[in-house]
């Protein structure tokens, strides 16, 4: 085993004996607890060997983050980086890179050849897998995990799951021999903490020494103003307590931009810093601002001489990467965080606070899963500087104390496979099997093998069901079987219905004053005979044949019940196979397979990385791009890569250009909703031309202050949107058949957005 300067955890011993073993390892570690050792463990091992190795995160930060932080340890010259827009040094021993490139580079299509991009690669680190769960890109590590060569050892390293040991047994059955670390191990364990505002001045101890609610914790009052439930901020009191009990530095979770912000602003005032403090982070501000000059305005400056900052997905990233360096150095004292913050980037602190247990969805608030508790609360302690990390809950009237202390003492949820078949996924299977190969590999998904314990409320139904009916299963006293009684119910009913027509007759006939007819007669004598016929059954004296009746008549809805839950069972096993079908019969309505095997147009799509791969592909190969300028692409590229907003923002006018091409790919929308809604395929087509006029203001050439000023959205909103129109068009640059002039016209488009501030990551 590699010699670390200090000594292993337990944990951290076995996942390196089983490497050394030649096996692959899951390793599921609350944050901060070390997993990042194994990695390294691999790592040397892969260099002693002259092998190479792969390092995956989910995130472009946290592969840039990992590239400089390994480049600093083993030198540049073995290190390379891989993420969607840059590619160092790809042939490195160590090579750092996103999941999706890892995926992209196993399907070897524009990566070049599976075997050529796998060479020498002995190691696969797969960081932050429990990434699984996320719902857009979840699938990306199934599939990076089923098409893995064998060969190659995978470390998997997740935070902790409750289905961990599920999750190994998968690997082990689709890639190679695998065993599980699991430990719920801190290094830094965590005391928790409540603020009751009916007591603002301290914070109490959330639990009880013996593990119960702490009594003195009284639930928020609602409070009323017209009508309406207001809810008052004590965020200032808070980390006044923080402060007083030395539980700063801080990460202070809320739920909304907005409030980050204000609560930013509001806590500015509490002197957090001292005067040598504020002189430093003056001075590191001016060297990063010399640096990146269009954030001389930034008005939020001022607050982070006071010591506070706000960190969400609405600011600039070259300002949150600004905010990260000056609490790593301990001068910012809290930092105001959606919950994107707890997503691995490295931002220890002593305390985590959690301004609420519920949040609002669209679907209205509901209390946070005990996986996304534990993701934020594991932010506090730093190893090596605190002995105890601080998690504070503030009380708020959407949750009770005793929710609270129920989800603090809740175990992590389980993994839920996100596995779904795309377009581009049909294509590439189908490049290189055959279609019950494709099969194969669709039925070895973590959905379906974990599909078991899915179907586990269904299973348990059918179980219950079938326990009723042996229940009511019914043991005649004359052994009469169910065949019998339902012959006897059939005469019984039939007879009820003659008597009744038979009395209605001879009624009818003595008011005429009139004698029965022979056929009369007749009717009336079988009747009769009938009668005698029910006598000679059991059934007509049994005083349990009420009973034996009803017992039947639920058995047989039951039955109908147990039809339909075996239905959804079959539903739910083959969904994954029935989506892939779904997506392959609308790719060959297109022409984009033929004999199960793509197309040209087909091998164009499997090569693309979009929401809907074939409505982008329908769109290059309508023509309708290819006389528009860059500033004019880059405007129609933006309103097709832009999800629907939540928020009302009216349209800025685009050029008449950038309206007359949406308008026709409207058209073509159309006839791909239609067909997608034929095979029932959700996949969506956007046009959303809110930004348009925006990106073409940058690309022509506009200053970043005017551009952004037109419209009241988050600097880091307009970036991201900018940063997916460049991955798109870069992907028109290296996919087969898409013409030459569109190609020159994309590159010189990326090179105009990727200009300061677009172009920091």
């Not at 996320?134 to 089923?146: A, C, F, H, L, Y």
Request: proline share 4%; glycine share 4%; charged share 25%.
């Amino acid at each position: 085993m590699f010699n670390f300067p200090f000594e292993l955890d337990d944990f951290q011993k076995d996942a390196c004996d089983f490497i050394n073993e030649g096996k692959s390892v899951v390793v599921c570690a609350p944050t901060g607890a070390g997993k990042t050792v194994i990695a390294q463990h691999a790592i040397h091992r892969a260099l002693e060997e002259g092998k190479r190795v792969f390092y995956t995160t989910p995130l472009k930060a946290l592969s840039n983050q990992k590239f400089y932080d390994f480049g600093e340890k083993y030198g540049s010259d073995k290190v390379g980086l891989l993420t969607g827009d840059t590619s160092i040094n790809r042939n490195g021993q160590i090579v750092v890179m996103t999941t999706e490139v890892f995926r992209n580079m196993l399907y070897g299509t524009n990566f070049g050849a599976v075997a050529d991009n796998m060479k020498d690669v002995k190691y696969v680190v797969l960081d932050e897998v429990h990434y699984m769960n996320d719902e857009q890109r979840g699938t990306v590590w199934e599939e990076s995990i089923i098409y893995c060569p064998t060969n190659v050892q995978i470390i998997a390293l997740s935070a902790t799951v409750a289905n961990s040991q599920e999750l190994t047994d998968w690997i082990n059955t689709v890639h190679s021999k695998t065993e599980l670390v699991n430990t719920d191990f801190r290094p830094v364990p965590l005391r928790f903490y409540y603020f009751d505002s009916s007591q603002p001045t301290k914070l109490l101890p959330l639990l009880t020494p013996s593990g119960c609610l702490n009594s003195k914790i009284k639930p928020e009052r609602k409070q009323f103003s017209h009508g309406k439930m207001k809810q008052k901020s004590y965020v200032k009191e808070v980390v006044r307590n923080l402060e007083q009990n030395d539980m700063l530095p801080a990460i202070y979770f809320t739920f909304s931009r907005r409030k980050c912000d204000e609560q930013m602003e509001k806590c500015a005032g509490l002197e957090l810093v001292t005067k040598a403090e504020r002189a430093r982070i003056r001075q590191f501000i001016d060297e990063y601002i010399a640096e990146n000059p269009y954030l001389y305005n930034n008005k939020h400056i001022e607050y982070l001489l006071c010591g506070v900052a706000s960190h969400h997905a609405g600011l600039l990233p070259s300002w949150k990467i600004l905010v990260e360096k000056l609490f790593q150095q301990g001068l910012i004292k809290v930092v105001f965080a959606t919950e994107t913050l707890a997503a691995g980037i490295n931002m220890p602190a002593r305390s985590t606070v959690i301004s609420s247990t519920s949040k609002r969805t669209d679907s209205g608030h509901r209390m946070l899963t005990a996986s996304e508790f534990l993701q934020m609360s594991g932010r506090a302690g730093r190893r090596g500087m605190d002995e105890v990390g601080y998690v504070t809950v503030v009380g708020t009237p959407f949750q009770s104390p005793e929710e609270v202390a129920e989800l603090v003492l809740s175990d992590a949820n389980p993994l839920e496979s996100r596995f779904s078949p795309s377009y581009s996924m049909v294509l590439n299977l189908l490049q290189r099997f055959s279609l019950d190969e494709a099969k194969e590999l669709i039925l070895k998904s973590f959905g379906y093998f974990s599909s078991g314990s899915r179907l586990q409320p269904i299973l348990k139904q059918i179980e219950f069901n079938n326990k009723e009916i042996a229940e009511r299963s019914f043991v005649c006293p004359y052994k009469h079987s169910d065949a019998d009684l339902f012959e006897y119910d059939k005469l019984r009913h039939i007879y009820v219905q003659n008597r009744q027509t038979y009395k209605k007759i001879c009624k009818q006939e003595k008011a005429k004053n009139r004698p029965l007819s022979p056929e009369a007669v007749q009717f009336g004598k079988e009747t009769k005979a009938m009668l005698n016929k029910l006598h000679d059954y059991h059934c007509d004296i049994c005083k349990l044949y009420r009973k034996h009746t009803k017992n039947l008549e639920v058995i047989e809805r039951i039955n109908v019940k147990q039809k339909r839950l075996e239905k959804e069972i079959e539903r739910q096993r083959d969904i994954f196979w029935n989506k892939f079908l779904a997506h392959r019969s609308v790719l060959i309505d297109f022409g984009y397979l033929n004999n199960d095997y793509p197309t040209s147009k087909g091998v164009t799509t499997s090569q693309i990385r979009s929401e809907n791969e074939l409505f982008l592909s329908e769109i290059i190969f309508s023509g309708v791009l290819d006389n528009l300028t860059p500033s004019q692409l880059a405007g129609v590229i933006c309103a097709i890569t832009t999800e629907d907003l939540r928020l009302e923002i009216p349209y800025i006018p685009f050029s008449e250009p950038v309206r007359k091409t949406l308008n026709l790919i409207r058209n073509i929308r159309r006839k791909v909703e239609k067909v997608q809604g034929y095979y029932q395929v959700e996949s969506p087509c956007y046009i959303n031309p809110y930004f348009s006029s925006l990106i073409e203001l940058w690309v022509e050439g506009a200053e970043w202050e005017s551009v952004s000023e037109q419209m009241d959205i988050g600097e880091g909103d307009l970036v991201r949107s900018f940063k997916r129109v460049v991955d798109v068009l870069r992907q028109f640059t290296t996919i087969d058949n898409v013409p030459e002039a569109l190609v020159f016209t994309a590159r010189e488009a990326i090179e105009k957005i990727l200009r300061e501030p677009v172009d920091v990551d």
